[in-house]
């Protein structure tokens, strides 16, 4: 408004300074006349101005409209995508049966923030996590994912609980997975699970033991002495002799169970038959010979007298101290049985520094841990991802065999962890590719330490590759469970053999009714 009357004066000053100028009398007429067009033009430029200003206050008004239009817009689709986001997060389930998945699973977390994994740790207590598997298999609690032990992995891979994985074949073929992890997780040619670990066996001895009583401690000489069963055998017979009975050559008869099933020709189960192989049928002559002989502890497998003797605190009934000279044990016994117990809980003996490990009698394998996906999984595409971090991913496997999962790593990712979760060091992989990387990281080391300077992964990568899963099915733990309590009862002078045999085949009988037990 003001910018506009001072245009007006500006005109009226610039008419009169015209006539000025002219030099002519102007009549009074023109004058007034002048005056009334200037005050009309004035008039004119004031309502314009108006205009000009409602138009503008009407145009800010508008823009601000807009503007806090657009601003809640934008507001809703911020809403939107939190929404979305928080929608996106996937939670996904997975059990196992022991917390050993556990620690990969906050590593899958801190590689993928959308994914939280609700881990459920079910013991396998006579047999309660498979029992809570297959009850809720088929509900809204079944979990996404699933670890599965070596004793029943053949038994879900034969069933219809488990996805088709074969999408993964690449990336295991990319990280060399040994060929046993990949037979055992399949199932007429599809595959159903994988694992991260590759089980292979070995036979650890007492370094000091077999200087004394075999005359060497050098790791191709025992080997050498111990290349098979007879000499095995008459190995035993000899520390027995010389050290006037106070050293068994083995804890249990159980301990060497494995190596004579694992050289079986057939599997139990041929067209629907059991076959008793004669590998089955020579276990059970050594662990009698062994048995009668006073060779083997008898102790009970993972209980405390089978620890104890490998820390030499093992007492017989009459309270005489006794030792073992050697443990059948796979990979993982290394890392997670042998050289934990190897000191005792009160201090009083350590035997770290005095084992060396070889291939032992008859090569074998023992154990491992498998994960598959439950078929139905809501959550299908996280879950095989899970499944292809856990067992074929190469930086993770490499974190795991070496340590990198620390403590102190994972709870940067998860603070809420508990405070003993970690992986230490030396559990053997499935992949041959990370497997011959680290290597020579096992040079050095406190497993390496632990054996006086042996590389535990070199004696295991040689193992490796030729350990066959063929032989495994579905039927393999309940079979061998069944002939565990027939045996015992027949090493303990309870039954005959012939009556072993018929205990155990009428067992088979009731529990496969559709199984042909000649």
Known sequence: ?????????????????????????????????????????????????????????????KAVEEAADAAEEKMEEAAEVVEENAEEIVTLKVWSFTNEIQTMATAYEGRNPGVKVEYTMIPMTAGE??????????????????????????????????????ELLPDAEAVGTYPAVIEVGMNDGVAKAFSYQSTPGALFYRRSLAKEYLGTDDPAEVQAL??????????AATIKEKSDGNVYMVGSSGDFQNPFFANRADPWVVDDTLVVDPM???????????????????????????????NDTLVDAEG????????????????????????????????SGDWGVIPGPLPYQWGGTWVGVVDGSANMDTAKDFVRFVALDEENLTNWATGVYTNEFLKAIDPNIPDDQQQAPGDFVSSQVVVEKILPSFATGELTDFLAGQNSYSGFAEAAPAVSGKLMTGSDDAIQ??????????????????????????????????????
Do not use: H
């Open 280 to 310: 089955v049928e020579e276990y059970v002559k050594i662990a009698k010979l062994f048995r009668d002989e006073g060779y083997e502890a008898q102790a009970q497998q993972w209980q405390e007298g089978w620890f104890a003797g490998m």
């Open 1 to 61: 408004m003001r910018k506009s009357t001072l245009y007006i004066l500006s005109l009226l000053i610039i008419l009169a300074l015209a006539i000025s100028a002219c030099g002519a009398t102007t009549p009074a007429e023109q004058v007034q006349d002048a005056a009334q067009d200037a005050a009309k033009e004035a008039e004119k430029a004031v309502e314009d101005a108006k205009e000009t200003v409602e138009d503008a206050a009407e145009e800010a008004e």
């Open 226 to 235: 111990l290349a098979d069963f007879d000499k095995y055998t008459e190995a």
């Open 129 to 166: 996590y498979q029992t809570k598997l297959k009850a809720a298999v088929g509900t809204a609690d079944a979990p996404d994912v699933i670890a599965l032990e070596a004793a029943f992995v053949k038994e879900l891979v034969e069933s219809n609980v488990l996805a088709d994985l074969s």
């Open 320 to 351: 005489n101290s006794k030792q073992v000279f050697s443990y059948f044990l796979p990979t993982w016994g290394l890392p997670y049985v042998l050289a934990p117990n190897a000191a005792s809980s009160d201090g009083s003996s350590d035997t």
């Open 481 to 518: 469970r069944a002939l565990n309590d027939p045996i015992n009862q027949y090493l303990n002078g309870e039954i005959s053999e012939e009556e072993m045999w018929t205990v155990w085949k009428d067992n088979l009988r009731i529990e496969f009714p559709d199984l042909l037990v000649q």
